[in-house]
């Protein structure tokens, strides 16, 4: 798979919801070298300004209503910026077998944690996790 083309569009997505006013962070779902799902942060901004619509909770929503049949280990999330604790939740549960991102959150970032110390339910999903995919070109 070839990270720099599929992160340079979700980069290139970001600007867009940056320009829109938002804060800039775009999520892409990849299965079999296409892009499946995108998702991007909103109400950042304005009156409906909330923590829940992350571009990667976005996308995965838009995800479960695909008809296809897909097997969601074989999808490879990219994020221009490292998922939080929500979202790296979210992206184990939805079994997601690959993530890509640009940028680490390191007020929030959750790929940190130790999946082996959570409950069954996260600790027995295996995921790749592949940082810094752009990182200098992501800020």
């Known amino acids: 798979m ?3 083309h599929f992160m340079k569009i ?53 995800l479960s209503v695909l008809k296809e049949d897909i097997d969601h280990s074989k999808i490879t999330l990219f994020s221009t910026m490292e ?3 929500m979202c790296f939740g979210a992206i184990l549960l939805s079994g997601i077998g690959e993530l890509v991102y640009a940028y680490e959150d390191v007020m929030g970032g ?8 959570l409950a069954p339910l996260y600790k027995n999903h295996q995921i790749s996790i592949v940082p810094n995919i752009l990182r200098d070109e992501s800020l």
């Open 10 to 62: 979700a980069l290139d997505n970001a600007r867009k919801t940056l320009y829109a006013g938002e804060f800039p962070v775009e999520c892409l779902l990849v299965y079999q070298n296409r892009i499946i799902a995108t998702g991007s942060r909103i109400c950042t901004a304005g009156n409906l300004v909330n923590e829940i619509d992350h571009a990667e909770m976005i996308a995965l929503k838009r």
């Open 83 to 85: 998922p939080c604790l």
């Open 2 to 4: 070839d990270y720099i």
């Open 110 to 117: 959750g790929t940190g944690c130790f999946l082996t110390e």
